[in-house]
């Protein structure tokens, strides 16, 4: 069977074993269903449950896993335009197209509903906070005043998410209205 | 037995019925169950199903009135402290503890589980916007610049839900800082 060959030889497969356990995970959360466990992931990816047991602590590890993957994969550098409100109204308008698609929402509901402790530290609320101090840190040298990379998540970024996850109106009219609310901070 | 006496006497029950419905749907959601359906919650409220399925046209919309009543029905005026900026401190530490009591997290959880499909109105942040509206109103009446009742719900209440939502830390500080900033942008 392919799935104790992949499970046997990590070396050179692991990364492909890895792939596939990414997209087994995704296509069961497209489908909606009910109840992703190890086993029924394992028999979608070929591989052994052990595979997953030995990897993740639990199933909900290996989706938020996924689900990070997915929501920081794409069209992730920052915008650089010479111009803070361009660039922030740009990588705005990004995101809300991003994480409007219904696939998204799906994986940002599913990252949500395995996030049942508190998390010090979210990785795609990193990834936005590193593209936000790059573009501050741009605007600094150009010498505009600038608001901080954290007002660009709370203001910015968190009423996007807010809107998404309560499934509330996203639009291009609404990443920009926050864009110039929050450099109207600093002005 | 009790269930049919209730389902056959709407009239002078039905506020009871009703109580016994989401008291055994905040249960139900209290205790993690993994299945809340139309026969469960019956059963649990002593109630006959086809009270349920005739009032609901499924067991998510009333998953989302039970989430939207807990999470509304509490505190719920808006502080009236004499100055804007200490009725919106005031108010962002109220709903910053109320929503983030484990109760208060499941329950909203719960209701963004049930909202697959978009909405154009939400009670919860309906609510929320009478509050502020109000808020503005006495502080126009005062003379003092304010931001709108919109842009309080932005930088205020989303980002307060967004790092419930997401498992990210809320405290005092947090609400203060978000205060702070929402009142920046009409200084």
């Known amino acids: 069977m392919p799935s104790h060959a992949a499970a046997r ?64 994969r794409d069209g992730e550098s920052a915008p650089d335009t010479g111009s803070l409100e361009r660039d922030l109204t740009e990588w705005a308008d990004i995101i809300a197209r991003d994480i409007t698609r219904p696939e998204r929402v799906r994986y940002l509901r599913a990252m949500l509903a395995a996030r049942v402790e508190a998390v010090s530290h979210c990785p795609v609320t990193e990834t936005r906070r590193d593209q936000a101090a790059e573009m501050v840190r741009r605007a600094r040298e150009r010498g505009e005043p600038t608001p901080t990379a954290s007002q660009i998540l709370d203001h910015v970024i968190a009423p996007l998410y807010h809107h998404v996850v309560f499934a509330l109106r996203v639009d291009h009219e609404y990443a920009r209205r926050l864009v110039r609310d929050v450099l109207a901070m600093v002005r």
């Open 9 to 72: 030889r990590p070396g050179g497969r692991s990364g492909r074993v890895l792939a596939a356990i990414h997209a087994s995970v995704g296509e069961l959360m497209g489908e909606g269903a009910d109840k992703i466990t190890f086993p029924v992931i394992a028999e979608r990816a070929g591989v052994n449950p052990t595979t997953l047991y030995r990897r993740w602590s639990n199933v909900n590890a290996l989706l938020e896993e996924v689900a990070v993957a997915a929501l920081t």
